[in-house]
Structure formats: C-alpha cells, structure tokens
C-alpha cells in the first residue's frame, strides 16, 4: 500500500465531518472511490436513515464500469446488517468493487467484523487501518456510546483570568465572559450534541433556553436537575420548543401542589438522590439513545463529573476579565493543548 494513498483517506475523513449534526445515532462516515489515481466519486453519511456514505459515494461515479477496476476508501468498516438502509457490504459486492481500504473496524456489535468478512469471502481485497487513530477518533461519541454505555461527555465553561466563572450572587443578570463570537461556537458545539444539561440553580439564576440560536442546526434535548420539583413552569426551559427531561424525587404530578402542573414538551424521570445520580442519568440516557452530552451547568455539577471521572473533554474559554472573587472554576488538574479562536483562549482538555 501506497503512502500516497492516504491522501484519499484524509479526503474521507474531511467529508464525513459534513454530517456532524446530522448522523446521530449513526457515526460519521466519508468515503472515496479512486480509479487509476483519480477521485471518480465521493460521499459520506448526510443523515440518519438516509444513504450511507459508500451508497452515495457509488452513486455519484459518473461510469459505473470504472468501479469493476477501483479501490474504495470508507472511514469505517461497510456494515452489513439491515437496518434503516440495506447492507453496504452487498452494494459493494454487488458493483464489484475488487479493492476496500478501511480505516477502523465498526464498535457496533451487529456489524463489527462481519463487513469486513463478507468481503473478503466475496474475493475482495480489503485493508483495514488506514489513519485508524483519526478514523477512530472521528467516531469517537460513537464508539464510547457502544463500549461503555453511556454517552461521550464533553464539559464546557468560560472562566475569568483569575479563575471564576461568575460573581456570587442570588438573582441578577449573571456576568459575560464570552463575546458574541465564541458565544456563537458554543451553540455550534450544542448542535453537535445530543443532549445538554444544568442543573437547579444555573436553570432558576440564568433562566437559559439551552438552544440553538446563533448557528444551524437542531437543538439539543434539554436535561435538568431540579430534585424537589421547585422550578417554576413559566421559565425558558419549559417552553415547549425542546423536549426537556427533569431528573427529580418527585415524578409523579399527582402528588404534587397544583400550582405545579407539568409543562407541555417535559417529562419528569426519578433518581434516588440517596445514591449517586451520575450513574442513573447515564444509565438513562443509555436507553434513550442518547450518544452525547454537553454538561453547561455550574462549577458544582462540572466539579462533580471531574471527580467522578466521567467526562472526555472539556472546553474551558479563557477571559481576560478579573472579577476579584465570586464563583471558582471547576479544577482539572493537566491539560493537553491550547487554541487561539476569534482571540479568545481555549484549553482543549481530554480525559486521559
């Protein structure tokens, strides 16, 4: 195999980027078709429930009777099980394709293996492992999703050059650390989640809707802690634009004061706040099929995640604001790189 071929495997990757917002629960997918050193067709995966990437990459080849004499390059191994679209290890096969370069074997345990398999039992040639640590990477909410059940955690907050991240206060317009450009990349970061949560006081001090306002895409569902069902109805949350699901002792409506009744869009889910509750939330948002979740809440809840290990990242934007006192940020001890984005400073942080 050709150094040179990875340069077909990068352009995989770049298209499968594409589907960000769109592929969940499915990973993302790019993929190329290359006959005698030229690109003659590209895909990746648009949407869950639409073509996967090797079906749109064929169907985009101009002369089908060039793929009889190409190699294909996929992000991630062809499935082969039918589930909302066809096999793509048959279409494969089908076309005749005679040669598949992989980048990483597929976590999910209805496919892993058995594409692969199927076609070099049809006589394909096929490489596995082409860029599989950017292949896997790629995919990675996909892949902690299905290993560890649970979904990939990422935690994001903005903090000032002294390390707090609000004044301490009771009500009140809380303090902006964030400008409206990096305020815009946090809501393409919620685009890219599948879920998003706070907690009680952050939801009762700050009144946020959680959305998607300043980049494209859906919003996520919106996940809050309110133990004793104190959070009135009338605030952003509540407002019926996004399916919410409160984490609460108290689920049941009947047992509680009429003043209280349940918003439209909300559905209350109980935790025995007796015990640790990160481990029913996950366990919740497991079956609900949730793969990713973006913890936006106070230090507190950021601060309980970072000691109980379960995160994979954090966003943490650096302001050159000094408010004196107020609010600690949460605590990471170590953190891996640092990026400049519209002059603001990030640290990129990930989980060893």
């Given at each position: ?6 340069k ?30 030229k ?8 949407r869950?429930?639409?073509g ?5 990459a ?6 089908e ?9 996929v ?37 892993s293996?058995?594409g692969?398999?199927?076609?070099r ?15 896997r ?9 299905h290993?560890q ?10 903090e ?5 991240i ?14 409206p450009?990096t ?9 890219a989640?599948?879920?998003?949560l ?10 946020p ?14 996940l ?24 609460t ?6 047992s ?11 559905e209350?889910?109980?935790l ?16 609900r ?9 106070g230090?507190?809840l ?9 995160w ?14 107020g ?7 170590g953190?891996?790189?640092l990026e ?6 990030f ?6």
């Amino acid at each position: 195999m050709c150094m040179n071929e990875e340069k077909y495997m990068y352009r995989a990757l770049q298209l499968a980027r594409n589907g960000l917002c769109n592929t969940p629960p499915n990973p993302m997918v790019g993929a190329v078709i290359v006959h005698e050193g030229k690109i003659i067709g590209e895909g990746y995966h648009v949407r869950c429930g639409e073509g996967h990437a090797e079906v749109n990459a064929i169907r985009s080849v101009g002369d089908e009777s060039l793929l009889r004499r190409s190699t294909l390059y996929v992000t991630l191994e062809p499935c082969s099980h039918h589930g909302k679209t066809p096999p793509c290890a048959d279409l494969i096969i089908a076309k005749q394709i005679p040669r598949i370069v992989v980048g990483c074997q597929d976590p999910f345990p209805e496919v892993s293996g058995r594409g692969i398999r199927m076609l070099r039992e049809a006589g394909r040639e096929v490489t596995v492992g082409m860029l599989e640590s950017e292949c896997r990477h790629l995919i990675r909410r996909f892949i902690t999703f299905h290993t560890q059940r649970r979904p990939y955690i990422t935690l994001k907050w903005a903090e000032s050059a002294d390390r707090f991240i609000d004044v301490c206060r009771t009500g009140g317009t809380p303090v902006i650390l964030s400008t409206p450009q990096t305020s815009m990349l946090v809501h393409k970061m919620r685009a890219a989640h599948s879920a998003i949560l706070v907690g009680t006081r952050t939801t009762l001090l700050d009144n946020p809707s959680l959305t998607v306002r300043r980049w494209h895409g859906r919003s996520p569902v919106r996940l809050v802690l309110d133990r004793t069902r104190s959070l009135p109805a009338d605030l952003h949350l509540f407002d019926g634009s996004v399916p919410t699901l409160v984490f609460t002792e108290q689920p049941t409506p009947a047992s509680l004061p009429l003043h209280l009744p349940t918003p439209t869009g909300v559905e209350y889910i109980p935790l025995d706040y007796s015990r640790d509750i990160l481990p029913q939330l996950m366990q919740v948002l497991y079956q609900r099929k949730l793969q990713s979740l973006l913890v936006e809440g106070g230090s507190t809840l950021l601060q309980s995640f970072i000691d109980a290990g379960l995160w994979d990242e954090a966003v943490i934007e650096e302001s050159p604001m000094r408010l004196q006192s107020g609010v600690p940020a949460p605590v990471i001890k170590g953190y891996t790189t640092l990026e400049t984005r519209f002059g603001r400073i990030f640290r990129l942080v990930t989980a060893i």
